[in-house]
């Protein structure tokens, strides 16, 4: 099978040397079969082959191909959904557990771009954007509840022109800044995992995809060109996971999400835009985000679709949206459009857990990916090799699927987001 090229984006046009990968053309048998390498796949492989695990990661594309090497790549603390849903799910105990485990996340993203030396401009800082009164009160509340119940600390919330002084736009009414957060360049940190699970012993095959699992003490994952008999299963398709096992796919949507990248702009006036070089999303329920990339090009994201497809020209799509927040930046070349999916739940809590005892999986972080799916892939790692118990916290979160079935799910939840659109007006 002839491996596609990864879509034209500004990251892909700046990847790092992708480590060789062959394509699976016979049939093998190893410990742990991991289905997927963007970041949940290769840091699952890259903790199991540490652990003295034979691994083998198939890939349908190429390493990265999917929303590990197109996002945001913005490295946030927390999840998608917020800590008093996680609470009412599951007790005060277990969300503050969660709640460790996700700045463990952070913590454990840098670690591993530091050990390997993976170059992808990583970061430092994020701002949540208040775009209405409300939001600033929220955001002022979740400050009090992060530092009250959860002890994190660092936090500043900023008004108007506090946060003028920093952001140079009229756009927003203020903020909330964590210097802990940051952001990077997804596509070569997934690279940069990818080889570094190579080099511990783990083999990444790019243009095999899983086409059929035959479950079993021993499963067999069948490609085009070969089949891999394991003791365990790892699934890490997330958004791009297709029909290949309909009890994960019933319990996410893929969400389009779209990205531009303007011509270079120099460090002087990318500076000028974003003076300390953070990352930024307002708190809309249909969001837009921005950053400054490693050669100071703005990456302007948002536009999202909740039907799948995608506007018939993004640029004219996203230009506006970028312009509203920057006008200074009229003058500007856009060089780049992109965009591609990712994996929501209902509830907006990550997806983890077991289809069978030798059978796990990771999916559904809902915009959330960049630090907790590398986290994810070590979490499911540590429970192959007999240590669960931060891995089963997260199989406690209750998921139901999205309602219409197979049909008239994404019609339905078209009408959903219609309603929240309206809201983020009001």
């Known amino acids: 099978m002839t491996k596609p090229d990864h879509t034209a984006s500004y990251y892909a046009a700046s990847a790092n040397a992708a480590p ?33 695990y034979r691994v083998a990661a198939l890939e349908a594309n190429r390493v990265g191909w999917g929303a590990s090497g197109r996002s945001g790549g913005q490295m946030i603390f927390g ?18 557990l969660l709640w460790d485990i996700s700045e463990q996340a952070l913590a454990y993203t840098k670690s591993l771009i530091d050990r390997f030396d993976i170059q992808c401009d990583l970061k430092s800082g994020h701002l949540h954007a208040a775009v209405k009164p409300r939001h600033q009160r929220a955001l002022a509340a979740w400050k009090t509840e992060l530092e009250n119940e959860y002890g994190y600390r ?25 210097p802990n957060s940051g952001h990077l360049h997804p596509l070569n940190y997934t690279l940069g995992l990818a080889a570094a699970a ?46 290949l096992e309909h009890k994960l796919r019933n319990k996410y949507m893929p969400v389009g999400t779209y990205i531009l990248a303007t011509e270079p702009l120099g460090r002087e006036r990318g500076l000028s835009l974003i003076h300390n070089d953070m990352a930024v999303a307002d708190i809309n329920f249909v969001l837009d985000y921005f950053r400054l990339s490693g050669d100071y090009r703005l990456l302007y994201g948002g536009r999202v679709s909740y039907s799948t497809v995608a506007p018939l020209n993004l640029e004219r799509a996203m230009r506006p949206r970028m312009l509203k927040v920057f006008p200074q930046l009229e003058d500007v ?27 796990y999986f990771a999916q559904g972080f809902s915009g959330h990916g960049i630090a907790l799916a590398g986290m994810a892939g070590r979490l499911m790692a540590d429970a192959i090799a007999g240590s669960a118990e931060k891995f089963d916290v997260f199989t406690r979160i209750p998921h139901m ?11 339905a939840l078209v009408l959903a987001m219609a309603w929240y659109r309206l809201r983020d007006l009001l």
């Not at 390498?37 to 492989?45: N, Y």
């Not at 992109?338 to 994996?343: L, R, S, Y």
Request: one cysteine or more; proline letters at 3%.
């Open 401 to 411: 699927s999205f309602p219409g079935g197979r049909l008239l799910r994404t019609p």
């Open 333 to 359: 070349r856009i060089e780049y459009t992109w965009g591609g999916f990712v994996a929501i739940t209902v509830n907006r809590a990550p997806h983890f857990g077991r289809l069978r005892d030798n059978v």
């Open 79 to 96: 999840y998608a959904c917020d800590m008093d849903k996680l609470k009412s799910m599951l007790g005060a105990k277990e969300a503050r």
């Open 198 to 243: 190579q080099q511990a012993g783990a083999v990444i095959y790019e243009g095999s995809p899983a086409t059929r699992v035959e479950y079993g003490a021993r499963t067999r994952v069948i490609t085009p060109g070969g089949t891999v008999r394991c003791q365990h299963l790892v699934f890490c398709g997330n958004a791009y996971l297709g029909d």
């Open 20 to 52: 060789d990968c062959g394509t699976l053309h016979e049939d093998i048998e190893v410990d742990v079969c991991v289905i997927g390498a963007g970041i949940t796949g290769c840091a699952t492989a890259l903790n199991l082959a540490e652990k003295g």
């Open 154 to 178: 660092g936090l500043q919330l900023l008004d108007k022109e506090s946060l003028r002084s920093i952001l140079n736009t009229d756009a927003y009414l203020g903020g909330l800044f964590d």
